[in-house]
T-cell receptor, first 118, second 117 residues
Framework: AQTVTQSQPEMSVQEAETVTLSCTYD???????LFWYKQPPSRQMILVIR??????QNATENRFSVNFQKAAKSFSLKISDSQLGDAAMYFC???????????????FGKGTKLSVIP | DADVTQTPRNRITKTGKRIMLECSQT?????MYWYRQDPGLGLRLIYY???????NKGEISDGYSVSRQAQAKFSLSLESAIPNQTALYFC????????????????FGPGTRLTVL
């Protein structure tokens, strides 16, 4: 079974600075999707960024970018110019591209709580 | 209006009571999911449904049941609630486009916080 590991339960960053959240995963599949979700205090799960394993280019969405290292099975999230509104739990998630009779379920990491210091 | 709605948003109940959490969506997606979130554990899949006639158990289905009343509605029931079912529950939906390159991302409802005393 696939597993997702987020090794940093909590992190903090100064406003306007850059922070990187780590995520590693384990899979025997060659094609899959990776996601970062943000969960603010409102508890809504918000998709931040996504990456397909077959795409070499790292995904970027405004201030959010990823460093996808397929061989190392690593998928870190970089937040540039951190803002107070970035404070939240961040979850890394994995999904097989082709799961046959499977669920296409998301497998989540345990999350990283990010605090932004004014 | 929200695309995925959950009712109730918060619920406190007692051990042994039957409780139903409801999920509705206007996204037109066939696939619906129920997840449970516990502090420090991330989200775990309880049940999922590919369409009205196709319901499947997820990672942690014991103690739960579901009903897919229509394409747009997917309910989660706790037949006899127990305190360790206290958690945040999320419903999610997704499209399914089998061709490569389609993320078929899941869209989440706002969550239901359930407390079992």
């Amino acid at each position: 079974a696939q597993t997702v590991t987020q090794s940093q339960p909590e992190m903090s960053v100064q406003e306007a600075e850059t922070v990187t959240l780590s995520c590693t995963y384990d899979t025997s599949e060659s094609d899959y999707y990776l996601f970062w979700y943000k969960q603010p205090p409102s508890r809504q799960m918000i998709l931040v960024i996504r990456q397909e394993a077959y795409k070499q280019q790292n995904a970027t969405e405004n201030r959010f970018s990823v460093n996808f290292q397929k061989a190392a099975k690593s998928f870190s999230l970089k937040i540039s110019d951190s803002q107070l509104g970035d404070a939240a739990m961040y979850f890394c998630a994995y999904r097989d591209a082709y799961s046959g009779a499977g669920s296409y379920q998301l497998t989540f990491g345990k999350g990283t709580k990010l605090s932004v210091i004014p | 209006d929200a695309d995925v709605t959950q009712t109730p948003r918060n619920r406190i109940t007692k051990t042994g009571k039957r409780i139903m959490l409801e999920c509705s969506q206007t996204k037109g997606h066939d696939r619906m999911y129920w997840y449970r979130q516990d502090p420090g554990l991330g989200l775990r899949l309880i049940y999922y449904s590919f369409d009205v006639k196709d319901i499947n158990k997820g990672e942690i289905s014991d103690g739960y049941s579901v009903s897919r009343q229509a394409q747009a509605k997917f309910s989660l029931s706790l037949e006899s609630a127990i305190p360790n079912q206290t958690a945040l529950y999320f419903c999610a939906t997704s499209d399914w486009i089998p061709a490569g390159g389609n993320y078929n991302e899941q869209f989440f409802g706002p969550g239901t916080r359930l407390t079992v005393l």
